[in-house]
């Protein structure tokens, strides 16, 4: 079980996490490219922090679980502050690498894949008789790539109440298979998150006696 002192510290990792993610929101809401495509980028950031607040005394994650939502937060507030289209490291590699769009939505993606998996999983393991590690993986990767299917339906259904407005919330950038690529990097995000930190995972819950 955790110790009483390795508690306090998680308390405090965590306490600077969520310190630090709400300073990166602050920042990304000064002056964005698009006021309409920032608000919509950063609610799931709102969400999450408002979420994963209210149920840290009733259900707390494992570090790497909280770290892998820092990570997806910092790339949310950073594409809704320039526009997944227009971020500069995106259009850096672009124009040095000769690409033909800036690639950053796809790490968005990616990331949409990768971090509901390790949330998802241990849901899965900490709430469910799921033990099986085929069933876990291929249960966890379906969750997933449905998450990004939901996520795709309502970019489409913002797209169709928005009119033009929502072009840059969409990115799309003239790609007509974007949609499609959004959807399989959650679900190779997914696949992959499980597939490199399942171990790590499991000793951090194992180290809780949470599994």
């Not at 000064?30 to 609610?43: C, F, K, N, S, Y």
């Not at 259900?59 to 594409?79: D, E, K, M, N, S």
């Not at 939505?105 to 971090?115: I, P, Y």
Request: charged share 15%.
């Amino acid at each position: 079980m955790t110790s009483t002192t390795g508690i306090a510290g998680a308390n405090r990792v965590n306490a600077a996490l969520l310190f630090v993610t709400v300073g990166v929101l602050v920042w990304s809401g000064i002056g964005p490219h698009d006021r309409l495509t920032w608000a919509l980028e950063v609610l799931p950031v709102v969400v999450a922090i408002a979420l994963l607040a209210s149920t840290y005394r009733r259900f707390r994650f494992t570090q790497l679980a909280y770290a892998a939502v820092f990570v997806h937060c910092v790339i949310l507030c950073i594409g809704g502050h320039w526009t997944y289209s227009e971020v500069p490291i995106g259009n850096w590699l672009r124009d040095a690498w000769g690409l033909s769009r800036n690639h950053y939505d796809r790490l968005g993606h990616f990331a949409q894949g990768f971090v509901p998996a390790i949330l998802t999983r241990e849901i899965y393991l900490r709430k469910t008789p799921l033990k099986s590690k085929g069933w876990l993986f291929f249960t966890v990767s379906g969750v997933c790539l449905a998450f990004s299917a939901a996520f795709e339906f309502n970019e489409w259904w913002v797209a169709v109440a928005a009119g033009g407005d929502a072009d840059a919330y969409l990115a799309t950038q003239g790609d007509q298979w974007d949609t499609q690529w959004d959807m399989f990097l959650a679900l190779c995000g997914a696949m992959i998150a499980q597939l490199s930190l399942g171990r790590i995972h499991d000793r951090q819950l194992r180290a809780r006696g949470l599994i």
